[in-house]
Protein backbone atom coordinates (compact mmCIF):
# COMPACT_ATOMS: atom_id res chain seq x y z
CA UNK A 1 0.00 0.00 0.00
CA UNK A 2 1.71 3.47 -0.73
CA UNK A 3 1.65 4.89 2.44
CA UNK A 4 1.75 8.26 1.20
CA UNK A 5 -1.79 7.87 -0.90
CA UNK A 6 -3.90 10.91 -0.12
CA UNK A 7 -6.97 8.45 -1.17
CA UNK A 8 -10.74 9.67 -2.96
CA UNK A 9 -10.34 13.12 -2.01
CA UNK A 10 -7.22 14.65 -0.57
CA UNK A 11 -6.53 17.89 1.10
CA UNK A 12 -7.27 20.30 -1.61
CA UNK A 13 -11.03 18.57 -1.69
CA UNK A 14 -14.25 20.41 -0.83
CA UNK A 15 -14.92 16.96 0.84
CA UNK A 16 -11.88 17.56 3.13
CA UNK A 17 -13.31 21.18 4.28
CA UNK A 18 -16.73 20.26 4.89
CA UNK A 19 -15.37 16.72 7.19
CA UNK A 20 -13.17 18.63 9.12
CA UNK A 21 -16.00 20.06 10.99
CA UNK A 22 -16.76 18.53 14.01
CA UNK A 23 -20.46 19.71 13.64
CA UNK A 24 -20.91 17.35 11.12
CA UNK A 25 -22.05 15.41 14.45
CA UNK A 26 -25.18 17.26 14.26
CA UNK A 27 -25.80 16.52 10.59
CA UNK A 28 -24.92 12.84 11.15
CA UNK A 29 -28.24 12.76 13.16
CA UNK A 30 -30.35 14.67 10.71
CA UNK A 31 -29.48 12.48 7.84
CA UNK A 32 -31.34 10.02 10.19
CA UNK A 33 -34.40 11.26 11.40
CA UNK A 34 -34.65 12.28 7.61
CA UNK A 35 -33.62 8.22 6.34
CA UNK A 36 -36.71 7.39 8.90
CA UNK A 37 -38.82 9.12 6.71
CA UNK A 38 -38.85 6.33 3.71
CA UNK A 39 -41.15 3.24 4.69
CA UNK A 40 -38.84 1.00 2.65
CA UNK A 41 -35.35 1.98 4.30
CA UNK A 42 -36.59 1.99 7.75
CA UNK A 43 -37.90 -1.55 7.51
CA UNK A 44 -34.63 -2.44 6.40
CA UNK A 45 -32.69 -1.14 9.44
CA UNK A 46 -35.62 -2.25 11.76
CA UNK A 47 -35.73 -5.81 10.07
CA UNK A 48 -31.74 -6.10 9.80
CA UNK A 49 -30.16 -3.94 12.87
CA UNK A 50 -29.75 -4.54 16.23
CA UNK A 51 -29.43 -0.51 16.43
CA UNK A 52 -31.66 -0.63 19.27
CA UNK A 53 -29.86 -2.82 21.39
CA UNK A 54 -25.98 -1.41 20.61
CA UNK A 55 -27.36 2.22 19.24
CA UNK A 56 -23.78 3.29 20.55
CA UNK A 57 -21.69 0.84 18.70
CA UNK A 58 -23.73 1.08 15.34
CA UNK A 59 -22.66 4.88 15.10
CA UNK A 60 -18.62 4.54 15.78
CA UNK A 61 -19.16 1.72 12.95
CA UNK A 62 -21.33 4.02 11.04
CA UNK A 63 -18.83 7.34 11.88
CA UNK A 64 -15.91 4.72 10.90
CA UNK A 65 -17.01 4.00 7.67
CA UNK A 66 -17.29 7.21 6.37
CA UNK A 67 -14.17 8.38 8.08
CA UNK A 68 -12.42 6.02 6.09
CA UNK A 69 -14.30 6.81 3.16
CA UNK A 70 -12.94 10.55 3.40
CA UNK A 71 -9.85 9.96 5.12
CA UNK A 72 -8.46 6.40 4.26
CA UNK A 73 -5.93 5.51 1.23
CA UNK A 74 -7.79 4.55 -1.37
CA UNK A 75 -7.21 0.91 -0.54
CA UNK A 76 -8.72 1.27 2.43
CA UNK A 77 -12.27 3.29 1.10
CA UNK A 78 -12.58 0.65 -1.79
CA UNK A 79 -11.88 -2.30 1.06
CA UNK A 80 -14.70 -0.42 3.45
CA UNK A 81 -16.97 -0.16 0.47
CA UNK A 82 -16.36 -3.97 -0.66
CA UNK A 83 -17.62 -5.20 2.93
CA UNK A 84 -20.50 -2.91 3.01
CA UNK A 85 -21.58 -4.00 -0.37
CA UNK A 86 -20.79 -7.42 0.95
CA UNK A 87 -22.93 -6.87 3.47
CA UNK A 88 -25.95 -5.57 2.01
CA UNK A 89 -25.98 -8.13 -0.45
CA UNK A 90 -27.06 -10.93 2.01
CA UNK A 91 -30.13 -8.77 3.61
CA UNK A 92 -33.70 -8.90 2.84
CA UNK A 93 -36.45 -7.16 4.26
CA UNK A 94 -40.52 -7.09 3.52
CA UNK A 95 -42.33 -3.82 2.55
CA UNK A 96 -44.53 -2.87 5.51
CA UNK A 97 -47.51 -2.07 3.35
CA UNK A 98 -47.27 -4.13 -0.14
CA UNK A 99 -45.67 -7.69 2.12
CA UNK A 100 -43.33 -7.70 -0.76
CA UNK A 101 -39.57 -8.94 -0.57
CA UNK A 102 -36.94 -6.79 -1.27
CA UNK A 103 -33.14 -6.28 -1.53
CA UNK A 104 -31.29 -3.70 0.53
CA UNK A 105 -28.75 -2.98 -1.85
CA UNK A 106 -31.76 -1.64 -3.80
CA UNK A 107 -30.38 0.89 -5.84
CA UNK A 108 -32.91 3.30 -5.10
CA UNK A 109 -32.74 2.65 -1.30
CA UNK A 110 -28.55 3.18 -1.96
CA UNK A 111 -29.34 6.51 -3.16
CA UNK A 112 -31.76 7.85 -0.49
CA UNK A 113 -29.37 7.00 2.33
CA UNK A 114 -26.50 8.62 -0.13
CA UNK A 115 -28.32 11.77 -0.99
CA UNK A 116 -29.75 12.41 2.72
CA UNK A 117 -26.05 12.01 4.15
CA UNK A 118 -24.44 13.94 1.64
CA UNK A 119 -27.14 16.93 1.98
CA UNK A 120 -27.15 16.62 5.57
CA UNK A 121 -23.62 17.14 5.85
CA UNK A 122 -23.21 19.91 3.81
CA UNK A 123 -26.21 22.01 4.80
CA UNK A 124 -25.26 21.47 8.59
CA UNK A 125 -21.52 22.83 8.09
CA UNK A 126 -23.23 25.58 5.65
CA UNK A 127 -25.66 26.78 8.20
CA UNK A 128 -23.24 26.34 10.80
CA UNK A 129 -20.87 29.05 9.60
CA UNK A 130 -18.33 27.10 7.34
CA UNK A 131 -18.26 29.68 4.18
CA UNK A 132 -18.67 27.80 1.10
CA UNK A 133 -19.66 29.20 -2.38
CA UNK A 134 -22.21 27.74 -4.34
CA UNK A 135 -19.80 26.52 -6.59
CA UNK A 136 -18.17 24.49 -3.80
CA UNK A 137 -21.44 23.29 -2.45
CA UNK A 138 -21.71 21.38 -6.03
CA UNK A 139 -18.32 20.51 -6.24
CA UNK A 140 -18.88 18.56 -2.86
CA UNK A 141 -21.68 17.04 -4.41
CA UNK A 142 -20.28 16.14 -7.03
CA UNK A 143 -17.56 14.49 -5.49
CA UNK A 144 -19.25 12.39 -3.34
CA UNK A 145 -20.20 10.58 -6.58
CA UNK A 146 -16.75 8.53 -5.58
CA UNK A 147 -18.50 7.56 -1.92
CA UNK A 148 -21.71 6.15 -3.90
CA UNK A 149 -19.69 4.38 -6.39
CA UNK A 150 -18.77 2.94 -3.15
CA UNK A 151 -21.96 0.89 -1.91
CA UNK A 152 -22.04 0.46 -5.40
CA UNK A 153 -24.41 3.01 -7.36
CA UNK A 154 -23.18 4.36 -10.50
CA UNK A 155 -22.24 7.80 -10.00
CA UNK A 156 -24.23 8.80 -13.33
CA UNK A 157 -27.03 8.05 -11.27
CA UNK A 158 -26.18 10.00 -8.16
CA UNK A 159 -27.47 13.68 -7.49
CA UNK A 160 -23.95 15.48 -8.67
CA UNK A 161 -25.52 19.47 -7.93
CA UNK A 162 -27.46 21.47 -5.44
CA UNK A 163 -30.18 21.84 -7.84
CA UNK A 164 -29.77 18.11 -8.86
CA UNK A 165 -30.56 17.42 -4.69
CA UNK A 166 -33.50 19.55 -4.73
CA UNK A 167 -34.55 18.08 -7.60
CA UNK A 168 -34.17 14.22 -6.07
CA UNK A 169 -36.16 15.86 -3.27
CA UNK A 170 -38.99 16.86 -4.84
CA UNK A 171 -39.50 13.62 -6.82
CA UNK A 172 -38.89 11.33 -3.84
CA UNK A 173 -41.25 13.35 -1.30
CA UNK A 174 -44.38 11.52 -2.36
CA UNK A 175 -42.91 8.14 -1.40
CA UNK A 176 -42.10 9.48 2.50
CA UNK A 177 -44.33 8.97 5.46
CA UNK A 178 -44.54 8.99 9.03
CA UNK A 179 -45.19 5.40 9.96
CA UNK A 180 -45.19 3.80 13.17
CA UNK A 181 -41.66 2.51 12.68
CA UNK A 182 -40.26 6.04 11.82
CA UNK A 183 -41.79 7.63 14.82
CA UNK A 184 -40.62 5.19 17.08
CA UNK A 185 -37.27 5.61 15.25
CA UNK A 186 -37.47 9.66 16.10
CA UNK A 187 -38.01 8.92 19.87
CA UNK A 188 -35.08 6.48 19.86
CA UNK A 189 -33.04 8.78 18.08
CA UNK A 190 -33.92 11.78 20.45
CA UNK A 191 -33.49 9.87 23.55
CA UNK A 192 -31.68 6.83 23.21
CA UNK A 193 -29.69 4.80 26.03
CA UNK A 194 -27.11 5.69 28.09
CA UNK A 195 -23.77 4.68 27.48
CA UNK A 196 -22.74 2.50 30.86
CA UNK A 197 -19.99 4.92 31.81
CA UNK A 198 -22.96 7.73 31.42
CA UNK A 199 -25.59 5.96 33.42
CA UNK A 200 -23.93 4.72 36.41
CA UNK A 201 -24.78 8.14 38.12
CA UNK A 202 -28.30 6.70 37.65
CA UNK A 203 -28.25 3.64 39.32
CA UNK A 204 -26.21 5.11 41.83
CA UNK A 205 -28.90 7.62 42.70
CA UNK A 206 -27.17 10.61 41.33
CA UNK A 207 -28.69 13.14 38.67
CA UNK A 208 -26.98 12.54 35.07
CA UNK A 209 -27.04 16.38 34.38
CA UNK A 210 -25.04 17.43 31.32
CA UNK A 211 -24.68 14.49 29.33
CA UNK A 212 -28.04 14.10 28.88
CA UNK A 213 -29.51 17.90 28.41
CA UNK A 214 -26.37 18.10 25.96
CA UNK A 215 -27.61 15.18 23.80
CA UNK A 216 -31.04 16.36 23.60
CA UNK A 217 -29.26 19.58 22.74
CA UNK A 218 -27.86 18.47 19.55
CA UNK A 219 -30.93 16.11 19.06
CA UNK A 220 -33.38 19.38 18.98
CA UNK A 221 -31.31 20.78 16.95
CA UNK A 222 -31.16 18.35 14.45
CA UNK A 223 -34.77 18.49 13.80
CA UNK A 224 -34.94 21.61 13.58
CA UNK A 225 -32.78 21.95 10.75
CA UNK A 226 -34.44 19.14 8.62
CA UNK A 227 -36.38 20.52 5.53
CA UNK A 228 -39.37 22.28 6.73
CA UNK A 229 -41.29 19.08 4.64
CA UNK A 230 -39.81 16.78 6.72
CA UNK A 231 -40.59 18.78 10.11
CA UNK A 232 -44.28 18.90 8.35
CA UNK A 233 -44.19 14.98 8.28
CA UNK A 234 -42.70 14.65 12.06
CA UNK A 235 -45.65 16.87 13.38
CA UNK A 236 -45.99 20.01 12.09
CA UNK A 237 -41.99 21.14 13.47
CA UNK A 238 -41.59 23.81 10.79
CA UNK A 239 -42.77 26.89 12.97
CA UNK A 240 -41.94 29.95 11.05
CA UNK A 241 -39.43 31.06 13.68
CA UNK A 242 -37.92 27.40 13.42
CA UNK A 243 -35.04 28.25 10.89
CA UNK A 244 -33.70 31.01 12.36
CA UNK A 245 -33.57 29.38 15.42
CA UNK A 246 -31.98 26.36 14.64
CA UNK A 247 -29.24 28.50 12.72
CA UNK A 248 -28.06 30.12 15.87
CA UNK A 249 -28.09 27.24 17.48
CA UNK A 250 -25.91 24.89 15.19
CA UNK A 251 -23.56 27.83 14.95
CA UNK A 252 -23.14 28.35 18.51
CA UNK A 253 -22.81 24.43 18.64
CA UNK A 254 -19.86 24.69 15.86
CA UNK A 255 -17.76 27.74 17.96
CA UNK A 256 -18.56 25.17 21.01
CA UNK A 257 -16.55 22.48 19.43
CA UNK A 258 -14.10 25.00 17.94
CA UNK A 259 -13.30 25.28 21.11
CA UNK A 260 -12.25 21.95 22.51
CA UNK A 261 -8.34 20.68 21.54
CA UNK A 262 -7.63 19.25 18.07
CA UNK A 263 -6.47 16.45 19.77
CA UNK A 264 -9.68 15.59 21.29
CA UNK A 265 -11.88 16.27 18.23
CA UNK A 266 -9.74 14.46 15.10
CA UNK A 267 -9.67 11.14 14.85
CA UNK A 268 -6.76 8.49 13.55
CA UNK A 269 -7.94 8.21 10.06
CA UNK A 270 -7.26 12.07 10.20
CA UNK A 271 -4.49 12.72 12.06
CA UNK A 272 -3.18 9.84 10.00
CA UNK A 273 -4.61 11.68 6.24
CA UNK A 274 -2.94 14.60 7.35
CA UNK A 275 0.45 13.50 7.77
CA UNK A 276 0.72 11.95 4.48
CA UNK A 277 -0.28 15.03 3.12
CA UNK A 278 2.31 16.48 4.88
CA UNK A 279 4.78 14.01 3.27
CA UNK A 280 3.74 14.45 -0.05
CA UNK A 281 3.76 18.23 0.04
CA UNK A 282 7.53 18.24 1.42
CA UNK A 283 8.09 15.55 -1.48
Do not use: C
Not at 44 to 59: E, F, H, I, K, P
Not at 64 to 74: F, K, L, N, P
Not at 113 to 119: D, G, K, R
Not at 201 to 209: D, Q, R, V
Amino acid sequence: MDTDDLGLFGPGSVTWKVHEEPILIVAGLRSLYLQALHPRAMAGVAQNSNYRTDAWGRLVRTATYVATTIYGTTAEAEAAGRRLRTLHARMRATDPFTGERFRIDDPDLLRWVHVTEVESFVSTARRAGLALTDDEVDGYYTEQRRAAALVGLDPADVPGTAAEVADYYRRIRPELRMTREAAETALFLTAPPIPWKLSLPLKLGLHLGPPRWAYLGIAGTALALLPAWAQRLYGGLGLPTTALSADLSVRALRLALAAVPRRYREGPLLQAAKERAARAAAA
